[in-house]
Nanobody, 120 residues
Framework: QVQVVESGGGLVQPGGSLRLSCAAS????????MGWYRQAPGNQRELVAT???????NYADSVKGRFTISRDNAKNTAYLQMNSLKPEDTAVYYC??????????????WGQGTQVTVSS
């Protein structure tokens, strides 16, 4: 089994910053890639920022220049630094890890999500 756990969400004022963390653990041989997604009530889950399999980054247009994805490979952890937050950034933020498991296959795993609320 593989577990993916997000942390760092909370309530911030517009223009503020938050840093989210995502830690993967369990039956992991290696991490293929990790990424961040978000979902607001009534909306589809959308990509926020990911590492590609070639280790480049991909950002949604709505967050480009404000958010930065990073990772610590030794800790199987990804981060999302969010600056200049806007009310429309309010959502549950989910981490997805694509993992090579010790069971002989690769698969994607989702965390439970962490709430980010941007409001004055």
């Amino acid at each position: 089994q593989v577990q993916v756990v997000e942390s760092g969400g909370g309530l911030v004022q517009p223009g503020g910053s938050l840093r989210l963390s995502c830690a993967a653990s369990g039956s992991i041989l290696s991490i293929v890639t990790m990424g961040w997604y978000r979902q607001a009530p009534g909306n589809q889950r959308e990509l926020v920022a990911t590492f590609t399999i070639g280790s480049s980054t991909n950002y949604a247009d709505s967050v480009k220049g404000r958010f930065t994805i990073s990772r610590d490979n030794a800790k199987n952890t990804a981060y999302l630094q969010m600056n200049s937050l806007k009310p429309e950034d309010t959502a549950v933020y989910y981490c997805k890890a694509i993992v090579r498991t010790t069971m002989g296959y690769a698969a994607s795993y989702w965390g439970q999500g962490t709430q980010v609320t941007v409001s004055s």
